[in-house]
Structure formats: structure tokens, C-alpha cells
């Protein structure tokens, strides 16, 4: 997946059962890749966030900020001093970054990366106080969620107005304050279009989602699956 060509990679610790042991061989084996290795935390605690980027990730994507505080607790969780607490230690992180570290907690506040999720509708009317946060670089939109907490279907795009408005405040406040706006969707075609409305951090599925789309196609095309014979062996 490294290799493939894609600007960056998110190591998924929300949903998806990997522990921290195999996010940090993801995150070297990203690295070795000449891709950047992100990590969408389980929760926005400081414990989870140093932990990954004390071994090796390039940057936080945390999920579900619904307020100023919460996104103030993003940062200083993940800046060192002045501009947060983060604490000073470990090998790892400097090493994914083939460098000393010394020459990382130099430069760290300049290079990771601090992403904020807004995907909830709470968020969404706070998003002119997250956003304004000194030191978050981007402000990820979770569609999914989003529109769950609206009341209605989770899905990751729809031409429901509140869904659609939303989406155009966060985008809107993101470029007012210099953050990239960006967004998950479910494909390349979606992702083709996000770029040209001007969004610039675009997830696309995941690798699950991809395996399993090119299983069924070929499953579909060999005429397998449901309501389909099967060779019994």
C-alpha cells in the first residue's frame, strides 16, 4: 500500500483490531515505503496520542471533537512546549523520521501532523471554535457519523440539505483559518470530486473496503455469491 503512490496512509486504531505493537511495525513499514504513516487514534485522550507518535507516526487523526477544549487537549497532547505538554522520551519516532532525537524534538512541532475529526453535529456548531485552535493543520469530516448524529442513515455522502450545509460550514471555516479541509469517501470518483470542490485531505474507503470490492467483483464475474451455485468438495 505504500507503494502504490498514495501521499499518506491512516494506521485505523478506532475501528479496527490492531494493537499498538503492530500500528508501530505499520508505521515503519509506511515509512520505509517514502509514504507518510498517520494513525486515527481510538479516542482523544494524551495517552493515546503520544503513545503513537512516540513510535513512529508522522501524524493524529482524532476522532469525534466536538468542542474548543477538546481540540486544545489534541494539541497540547500532541506539540511539545511552548505550544503544548507533550513529554520528551522514547527512540522510535525519530528513527521513522530517519533522524536523531535531538533533531526530532526540534523539529516536531513543525512537522507532525494534527487533524482534527468534526463528525458530529455538535462539532459542526462548533466548528469556528475548533478550528481556530493554534496548531491543528486540518479538520477531517466523518460523513458517517455526521449524518447518524442528524437522525438520519450513515452514509458517506448525501444531497440532504443539513448534511450538505454542514459540510459547506466546516469547509468554509476551515479556509477562513488557513486549516485544510478534508473529508472520507468511498471511492476514487468521490475523491475526484472532493478535489475539485477544493477539499485537500481526502481519505478514500479503506483497505478492507478495497479488498473486499475486488473480491466481489471478481466473485460476481466468476458468478459466484448469494443465490449462486457453489462446487461442493
Given at each position: ?9 491512516t494506521?485505523e ?30 479516542w ?11 513510535n513512529?507516526?508522522?501524524g493524529v ?25 507533550r ?13 536523531d ?66 459540510l ?13 479541509p478534508g ?26 473496503g ?6 466481489r ?17
Open positions: 500500500m505504500a507503494r502504490v503512490g498514495f501521499d499518506w496512509l494506521v486504531l478506532e475501528h479496527a483490531p490492531i494493537d499498538i505493537e503492530t500500528a508501530v511495525q505499520s508505521f515503519g513499514a509506511i515509512a520505509a515505503g517514502g509514504c507518510a504513516p498517520l494513525v486515527r487514534v481510538p482523544n485522550t494524551g495517552e493515546n496520542i503520544k503513545r503513537v507518535l512516540d513512529g507516526a508522522w487523526v482524532v476522532p469525534m471533537v466536538n468542542s474548543r477544549a477538546e481540540a486544545e487537549a489534541v494539541v497540547d497532547a500532541a506539540r511539545y512546549q511552548p505550544l503544548g505538554n513529554s520528551v522520551g522514547g527512540q522510535l519516532h525519530a528513527a521513522s523520521f530517519d533522524t532525537p535531538a533533531t526530532y524534538y526540534e523539529r516536531a512541532n513543525e512537522e507532525i501532523l494534527v487533524v482534527v475529526m468534526i463528525e458530529h453535529v455538535k462539532g459542526v456548531e462548533a466548528a469556528e471554535a475548533i478550528i481556530s485552535v493554534a496548531g491543528v493543520d486540518a479538520v477531517f469530516i466523518g460523513p458517517n457519523d455526521l449524518s447518524n448524529s442528524m437522525g438520519k442513515k450513515p452514509v458517506f455522502d448525501s444531497d440532504d440539505r443539513q448534511f450538505v450545509e454542514a459547506q460550514h466546516v469547509y468554509q471555516t476551515a479556509r477562513k483559518h488557513g486549516v485544510a473529508i472520507h469517501v468511498v471511492d476514487a470518483a468521490a475523491a475526484q470530486r472532493r478535489l475539485k470542490e477544493g477539499w485537500q485531505f481526502i481519505a478514500i474507503t479503506s483497505e478492507a478495497m479488498m473486499l470490492a475486488k473480491a467483483e471478481i466473485a460476481n464475474t466468476l458468478g459466484l455469491g448469494a443465490g449462486k451455485g457453489v462446487a461442493k468438495y
